[in-house]
């Protein structure tokens, strides 16, 4: 039926259920080939798929950043006291480990999958594997554009805003934007965020350096190249954390020489020599949110795609305000 309508099964898979992502047309189309080919779709054996497992899917990239540790407890906690069982995966932010996760789930019929989509996710990577499975999904952290589907994250746009007015604030001359994967959504909106605050002030953004692995020591050679600027902000405090010590490798004092900003504001932004400043992106209530409408939208699948971005709060931390005011720098 797939080949006489011109489409994939994972759509035809899509519109037996009248899912509201096909179009009318292509429907009408998948429907007029099942006249033909005296298609008759099997209830029964629907109903039979259709049973609740009682477990959920939860499909991050690593464990290692604590920011998606606090994210996946406070998830296991909402779906433990909803009655739910948690299978999770780890993609390493590979798209086709990813796949094979997802078909995984979909193999094992969980009843909804929570996905931290790994970079460069498209949204036919869904549509053919949960999607063609209706599995009720919702994306957290990282959303995927064109994909209509619930989602639930920091505003990393207002997360970006608030480090560029304390910068502002401060009176630094320049800023250098290092870290991040370039084809982060994430990235790209708190980039935006700070560049809209520096240019109320007039400070220019002289670096964007993106760089999919936390290398320190390479962040710390692009930043210095051409000349120091008073400020880094850094995409995540796990990119931080390796440019401090890279900083203090050739001889720049985070805090004195280059105040230092970020995002995610993990426990240990707290605890460093000097203490971070950070944007927090609150995972524990990102987590428990998504594992909410997860939960609904497992009970009413035909509940419309509904968005959730949770506020932020700026930790000012010595990372910045030792930084000396003496001047603006000219790069």
Do not use: C
């Not at 519109?15 to 080919?37: G, H």
């Not at 407890?73 to 990813?98: C, F, K, N, P, W």
């Amino acid at each position: 039926m797939a080949a006489d309508s011109g489409v994939s099964r994972a759509t035809v898979s899509l519109v037996l259920r009248d899912s509201p992502q096909i179009a009318e047309a292509t429907k009408q189309r998948v429907r007029e080939s099942m006249v033909r080919l005296g298609y008759v779709y099997n209830r029964r054996a629907a109903d039979m798929r259709n049973q609740q497992s009682r477990t959920l899917g939860l499909v991050v990239t690593t464990v290692r950043n604590p920011y998606f540790a606090e994210l996946m407890m406070s998830i296991e906690q909402v779906a433990h006291h909803a009655g739910y069982t948690l299978l999770q995966g780890y993609s390493l932010d590979e798209t086709a480990r990813q796949r094979k996760l997802l078909e995984t789930m979909a193999e094992h019929r969980i009843d909804g999958l929570i996905l931290l989509p790994a970079h460069g996710s498209r949204p036919e990577d869904l549509l053919e594997t949960v999607g063609a499975a209706g599995i009720p999904h919702v994306l957290v952290a990282r959303s995927i554009p064109g994909y209509p589907t619930d989602y639930v994250g920091a505003d990393n746009i207002v997360s970006g805003r608030l480090i560029g007015e304390h910068l502002a604030a401060i009176n630094v001359g320049s800023v250098a934007f290092a870290g991040g994967p370039a084809e982060s959504t994430a990235r790209s909106d708190r980039l935006s965020g700070l560049r809209q605050a520096l240019r109320t002030a007039g400070i220019p953004v002289v670096k964007d350096l993106p760089l999919a692995h936390q290398n320190g020591a390479d962040l710390v050679a692009a930043v210095l190249s051409g000349g120091r600027p008073d400020a880094i902000v850094a995409y995540s405090d796990m990119y931080a954390f390796g440019l401090v010590n890279g900083l203090r490798a050739h001889g720049v004092e985070p805090g004195r020489d280059v105040a230092v900003a970020s995002f995610d504001d993990v426990p240990d932004a707290a605890v460093q020599q000097p203490g971070l400043t950070s944007a927090a992106g609150f995972p524990d209530r990102v987590g428990a949110e998504a594992a909410r409408l997860l939960v609904d939208r497992a009970g009413d699948p035909a509940l419309p795609p509904r968005r959730v971005v949770i506020a932020p709060r700026l930790s000012i931390r010595e990372s910045t305000t030792l930084w000396p005011a003496t001047g603006r720098t000219s790069l």
